[in-house]
């Protein structure tokens, strides 16, 4: 069982008993011992004649189950048989060989005796009950104690002994040639192609980084990379119909102008 408040009192869950079946009526027979070899059978047993007919309960305490056999009328216990785990739940309750209605359970007195007497249900719905109502009980008990063991790490780090060192080796990587964000090519002087579809021309080498076609490179009379040389513009100061002898023509007198008169 686990603590729990209650109205903000603790209470031990383990101090209270709490009912998890009862069954109005039920009949125990005395058995015949069994061959080593072979189970129970009920048939044996003068299912006609019970030795005593009464109420069943099932009640839990912490991880105690325990079957109460009580008079129908004034409640008076019979017998009881507890069981205090799992395992001994195979040895306290035994399904017979002929029949899902009847069993064999171990019932224990107050002075500490023990005897192994028939139990039989009217209904097998009530003998369904009684199976699940054990089982269910030792499952919860089961889950309960694996979620509350303590958590234990499978590997345990101590940490390194005085004076124990280790070694790691980092292997380098060799330097890059290429300029940063370039690939290896690029740090060539080579271009990179551009897109496909991006040019309808030629595409742009390293020889030809504008992409000029061949044709139009060959008739060009200047480098692809110089503009045209402009035409010599007329000289201002040669005659008229006269042909330019340099680049600023001759540099004539200017004419002399006519003596005054009188």
């Known amino acids: 069982g686990i603590n729990a408040e209650y109205m903000g009192v603790p209470v031990i869950m383990a101090d209270i ?15 015949t011992p069994r061959g080593s070899n072979r189970g129970y059978r009920a048939d044996d047993w003068g299912l006609d004649k019970p030795l005593w007919t009464g109420r069943l309960k099932i009640t839990t305490k912490g991880s105690l189950l ?34 899902s209605r009847y069993f064999v359970i171990r019932v224990l007195s107050e002075t500490g005796q023990h005897a192994f007497l028939g139990l039989g249900f009217a209904e097998r719905s009530d003998s369904f009950d009684f199976n699940v109502a ?12 694996q979620s509350t063991a303590p958590y ?39 271009l ?28 060009a009379p200047f480098n692809q990379f110089e503009s ?6 007329a000289s201002p100061f040669a005659p008229a119909g006269k042909a330019d002898s340099g680049d600023w023509g001759d ?8 003596a005054a008169s009188g």
């Open 192 to 219: 990179l192609a551009p897109p496909a579809g991006l040019f309808k021309g030629p595409v742009p080498t390293a020889a030809n980084p504008f992409g000029v076609p061949a044709a139009a490179a060959a008739a």
């Open 251 to 258: 540099f004539s007198s200017a004419p002399s102008e006519p």
């Open 152 to 190: 234990t790490p499978k590997h345990e780090f101590t940490g390194f002994k005085e004076g124990q060192t280790i070694h790691i080796n980092i292997k380098k990587k060799d330097k890059d040639p290429a300029a940063p964000g370039l690939p290896a090519s690029a740090s060539a002087g080579s």
């Open 228 to 233: 045209p040389a402009p035409a010599a513009a």
């Open 134 to 145: 054990i089982q269910d009980h030792f499952k919860r008990e089961k889950k309960e104690a």
């Open 17 to 31: 008993e709490s009912v998890s079946l009862v069954v109005r009526e039920v009949f125990l027979y005395r058995v």
């Open 66 to 99: 325990t079957i109460v056999l009580q008079d129908s009328n004034s409640g008076e216990v019979f017998a009881q048989c507890p069981i205090a785990s799992e395992q001994d739940a195979h040895i306290a309750v035994e399904a017979v060989t002929d029949s």
